[in-house]
């Protein structure tokens, strides 16, 4: 009877502790591929460009972070960076040409499964190998399309019919409605849109009723007062933008029905714009336009999908103890110094939207312009988590600053490094640091001769001006260079970039590839 006794009052108070402890967070990361901060309307961009009333709905009730930069400013070397929190010297996986992830070595989703997570992915994974790490995953073949497209899911090649956005929201959802509900959970939910060649679902085609979109100030820039990497880039409005981005292609896999549908919006307006037979500024405008259009009509698909989850979470009683974090793999260009893409240290490309809804840990409505960075992700996860970190993870956690205590340590500078060259837009390697005034950049002896630029953002938040050799600029200079070394030192960055790293089409140092041939001239 004693026994008994002792047994029930053991079970009792094991009970009552287990009913004490909380419940870890559930984690939701809902991530897109090039979506500009500019084209949320919570980042509040004087052009105004778009409405996003989901996304904004997380930075109401959380944290809107206005410096979240990127350590490498291109699709998979930021996904590498976000799943192990290392650079991309360290994870393996530099450039989107010639790098395959090595699915063996330690991630977060690993770490998470271990602590008691269920874990899964879907949609835009564009590593090479196959997810590990995940209970459940479905992902697109390399870049993915837009339409109808071709998945592989745990393996098995499968083909869905509908939007791609739609689609990877809906098997998202689809995934909650039958995960192990006695375990917390992560979901990677990650969008293709708004990547290039930025095709709109079928019912926003025409949603902004052919409204004319303002210019970005620097639209036309002549690049003068910068080094030759800037004037040699391959990535403008003016030259590098192809049919199929005008839309006088249709988008690939979009079926016979769907077909209809697209032809009757585009073929009347790209008919009155060959009619015109625009060159020069104005066919540039043209293609800001069209282009602003599309992007900015896949971006509201992505925000309805962000509603859908929202909703989701709410009906299902999920949403108090979920974690919900909106970002994308880099920033992007929308016009901005007459560009598309991304790739530069420069503010648009290296800046990402990161919107974070805590509830009970976030204060709702909080702007914050402390450096962050996607390489701090992993480690922010696991925290939430209570899960421990590995020693080699080269981030900080964010989880003491969305709980409003930054840390009086907290870095004031940011190393970034690009790879990928010449090809797709002839961006040269570059690596600088970043601090909430300046950047100091060391552009490498990789399609020309290596030199500096400085930028004041302060007083050039444009950045149109290289002030690398005004006198008023040493002690500053002196500084950054002392803060760039340092940050070299401490990530482990090799003193010599090695060749594998610039892709599949290695150059000689120093010299200039061969220019690409003009692309055909529309409309």
Same mark, same amino acid.
């Given at each position: 009877?004693?026994?008994?006794?002792?047994?029930?009052?053991?079970?009792?108070?094991?009970?009552?502790?287990?009913?004490?402890?909380?419940?870890?967070?559930?984690?939701?990361?809902?991530?897109?591929?090039?979506?500009?901060?500019?084209?949320?309307?919570?980042?509040?961009?004087?052009?105004?460009?778009?409405?996003?009333?989901?996304?904004?709905?997380?930075?109401?009730?959380?944290?809107?972070?206005?410096?979240?930069?990127?350590?490498?400013?291109?699709?998979?070397?930021?996904?590498?960076?976000?799943?192990?929190?290392?650079?991309?010297?360290?994870?393996?996986?530099?450039?989107?040409?010639?790098?395959?992830?090595?699915?063996?070595?330690?991630?977060?989703?690993?770490?998470?499964? +271990?602590?008691?997570?269920?874990?899964?992915?879907?949609?835009?994974?564009?590593?090479?190998?196959?997810?590990?790490?995940?209970?459940?995953?479905?992902?697109?073949? &390399?870049?993915?399309?837009?339409?109808?497209?071709?998945?592989?899911?745990?393996?098995?090649?499968?083909?869905?019919?509908?939007?791609?956005?739609?689609?990877?929201?809906?098997?998202?959802?689809?995934?909650?409605?039958?995960?192990?509900?006695?375990?917390?959970?992560?979901?990677?939910?990650?969008?293709?849109?708004?990547?290039?060649?930025?095709?709109?679902?079928?019912?926003?085609?025409?949603?902004?009723?052919?409204?004319?979109?303002?210019?970005?100030?620097?639209?036309?820039?002549?690049?003068?007062?910068?080094?030759?990497?800037?004037?040699?880039?391959?990535?403008?409005?003016?030259?590098?933008?192809?049919?199929?981005?005008?839309?006088?292609?249709?988008?690939?896999?979009?079926?016979?029905?769907?077909?209809?549908?697209?032809?009757?919006?585009?073929?009347?307006?790209?008919?009155?714009?060959?009619?015109?037979?625009?060159?020069?500024?104005?066919?540039?405008?043209?293609?800001?336009?069209?282009?602003?259009?599309?992007?900015?009509?896949?971006?509201?698909?992505?925000?309805?999908?962000?509603?859908?989850?929202?909703?989701?979470?709410?009906?299902?009683?999920?949403?108090?103890?979920?974690?919900?974090?909106?970002?994308?793999?880099?920033?992007?260009?929308?016009?901005?110094?007459?560009?598309?893409?991304?790739?530069?240290?420069?503010?648009?490309?290296?800046?990402?939207?990161?919107?974070?809804?805590?509830?009970?840990?976030?204060?709702?409505?909080?702007?914050?312009?402390?450096?962050?960075?996607?390489?701090?992700?992993?480690?922010?996860?696991?925290?939430?988590? &209570?899960?421990?970190?590995?020693?080699?993870?080269?981030?900080?956690?964010?989880?003491?600053?969305?709980?409003?205590?930054?840390?009086?340590?907290?870095?004031?500078?940011?190393?970034?490094?690009?790879?990928?060259?010449?090809?797709?837009?002839?961006?040269?390697?570059?690596?600088?640091?970043?601090?909430?005034?300046?950047? =100091?950049?060391?552009?490498?002896?990789?399609?020309?001769?290596?030199?500096?630029?400085?930028?004041?953002?302060?007083?050039?938040?444009?950045? =149109?001006?290289?002030?690398?050799?005004?006198?008023?600029?040493?002690?500053?200079?002196?500084?950054?260079? +002392?803060?760039?070394?340092?940050?070299?030192?401490?990530? +482990?960055?090799?003193?010599?970039?090695?060749?594998?790293?610039?892709?599949?089409?290695?150059?000689?140092?120093?010299?200039?590839?061969?220019? +690409?041939?003009?692309?055909?001239?529309?409309?």
């Amino acid at each position: 009877m004693k026994t008994l006794l002792s047994f029930l009052a053991a079970l009792s108070l094991s009970a009552v502790a287990s009913a004490a402890a909380p419940r870890p967070p559930n984690i939701v990361f809902i991530f897109s591929d090039d979506h500009a901060y500019q084209a949320i309307s919570a980042y509040g961009d004087s052009r105004k460009l778009l409405a996003t009333p989901h996304i904004d709905r997380l930075a109401q009730a959380g944290v809107r972070f206005d410096r979240c930069l990127v350590t490498n400013s291109i699709c998979g070397p930021a996904r590498a960076t976000i799943l192990t929190g290392k650079y991309s010297h360290l994870n393996g996986f530099p450039n989107n040409s010639n790098s395959r992830f090595d699915g063996e070595q330690v991630t977060f989703p690993k770490l998470l499964q +271990k602590a008691g997570y269920q874990t899964a992915l879907v949609g835009k994974w564009h590593l090479g190998s196959d997810p590990t790490g995940f209970d459940f995953w479905q992902v697109l073949p &390399g870049q993915g399309i837009y339409y109808n497209p071709p998945m592989i899911r745990m393996g098995e090649r499968i083909t869905e019919p509908g939007y791609t956005t739609d689609i990877i929201t809906d098997r998202s959802i689809e995934w909650l409605k039958r995960r192990d509900k006695t375990k917390p959970f992560t979901l990677m939910m990650q969008h293709k849109a708004p990547h290039r060649e930025w095709a709109p679902a079928l019912r926003h085609l025409g949603a902004d009723q052919d409204r004319v979109y303002p210019e970005p100030p620097t639209l036309f820039d002549d690049y003068a007062n910068r080094g030759p990497a800037v004037a040699g880039q391959d990535m403008t409005l003016e030259k590098t933008f192809t049919d199929r981005d005008a839309k006088f292609v249709p988008p690939a896999g979009i079926n016979e029905e769907q077909l209809k549908q697209w032809n009757a919006y585009y073929e009347p307006r790209n008919a009155k714009a060959k009619a015109a037979n625009l060159t020069g500024k104005d066919l540039v405008r043209w293609r800001y336009q069209r282009y602003m259009h599309d992007y900015l009509m896949t971006v509201r698909a992505v925000d309805e999908s962000v509603g859908r989850m929202l909703d989701y979470l709410d009906q299902e009683g999920l949403a108090e103890n979920t974690i919900v974090i909106y970002s994308s793999d880099q920033g992007f260009y929308l016009g901005e110094h007459g560009w598309f893409d991304k790739r530069w240290i420069f503010e648009e490309s290296v800046r990402t939207p990161l919107v974070v809804r805590w509830p009970g840990v976030t204060k709702p409505g909080t702007v914050n312009r402390d450096l962050v960075s996607n390489v701090d992700f992993a480690q922010t996860f696991l925290a939430a988590a &209570g899960a421990p970190a590995p020693a080699d993870m080269q981030g900080h956690s964010l989880v003491p600053i969305l709980r409003g205590q930054k840390p009086a340590d907290w870095r004031t500078a940011f190393y970034y490094q690009y790879y990928e060259y010449p090809a797709p837009h002839r961006v040269r390697p570059h690596y600088g640091v970043v601090t909430d005034r300046y950047k =100091l950049v060391h552009f490498e002896a990789v399609g020309g001769p290596a030199y500096w630029e400085l930028y004041d953002r302060e007083k050039d938040p444009q950045e =149109l001006r290289n002030v690398i050799a005004e006198p008023g600029y040493t002690a500053a200079k002196a500084q950054l260079e +002392k803060q760039l070394a340092q940050l070299r030192t401490e990530l +482990k960055v090799p003193a010599e970039t090695p060749a594998h790293f610039y892709g599949n089409q290695p150059v000689t140092p120093g010299a200039e590839p061969a220019q +690409k041939k003009n692309r055909k001239k529309q409309p």
